[in-house]
């Protein structure tokens, strides 16, 4: 396991990644990058702060893709915020938002934005509702998402149901990077986490019997270790 101070930097020759912040309810903020491309994982609060410091306004104008593992705030409280700065910065290139099949939040966001700003956005978004498990390219890059369990408390508090939710799969050159997001302990993460040159697994369940919306620490302490190196994130704090 890697050191767990935030941020987390990871990299393989072109290909690298820096999670900004993981924290459960709080936020999530990934940046992916390979020498052409800028992606980025679960914008949650704080994203467009992180990425201003990181690779400043001309680079960020370029992110041509936004992967949405799932809806919660922590993971999506930063979409707004991006959208709106890349409109008043005059971004023209397209931008593609992938989420899963279900995601109401990233529609309802994208839906008011349109209504807001609908006279003066300057680049095309590109909604891209995931319903399987194929894999797509982008920039080079071969992505393959992947179902997860993470479930949600109704309002009574004890009710659950399932969150549309994935894991995304990055392939770049042969080097492989896989994100679980939130889930349980799950037959697809251990396949796909298993021989990737980093794998980011959630550890946020704080108790040590397992549960079906988070992995504890043992399951997923058990899960990295299948893969080169990985990093343990959405730990409690
Ligand atoms: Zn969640």
């Not at 704080?46 to 893709?65: H, P």
């Not at 700003?117 to 393959?144: G, M, P, Q």
């Not at 988070?214 to 080169?228: L, N, Y």
Request: include cysteine.
């Amino acid at each position: 396991m890697l050191n767990q101070k935030y941020p987390l930097t990871w990299h393989k020759k072109d290909f690298s990644i820096k999670i900004f912040c993981s924290i459960p309810n709080i936020a999530t903020g990934i940046l992916l990058r390979t020498n052409k491309a800028y992606f980025v994982v679960d914008p949650g609060d704080g994203i467009l702060r992180d990425l201003n410091k990181e690779i400043g306004t001309k680079k960020l104008l370029s992110i041509s893709d936004v992967f949405i593992t799932h809806g919660h705030h922590d993971h999506v409280g930063g979409v707004w915020a991006l959208l709106t700065y890349l409109r008043v910065m005059h971004k023209r290139t397209p931008l593609s938002i992938y989420y899963p099949k279900g995601c109401v939040e990233i529609e309802s966001i994208y839906n008011a934005f349109m209504k807001v700003y609908s006279a003066s956005i300057t680049y095309k978004i590109n909604l891209k509702e995931i319903n399987d498990d194929r894999n797509f390219r982008s920039k080079n890059v071969t992505i393959k998402p992947f179902p997860v369990i993470h479930k949600e408390f109704l309002s009574d508090g004890i009710t659950t149901r399932q969150v549309p939710a994935l894991g995304y799969k990055f392939t770049y050159n042969k080097m492989k990077i896989c994100y679980g997001g939130d889930t349980a302990y799950c037959k697809e993460l251990v396949e796909n986490a298993k021989n990737s040159d980093l794998a980011i697994i959630e550890a946020g369940h704080d108790e040590d019997t397992p549960d079906d919306m988070h992995m504890t620490m043992s399951e997923a302490r058990s899960i990295g270790e299948t893969a080169k190196e990985y990093f343990m994130v959405h730990v409690p704090e």
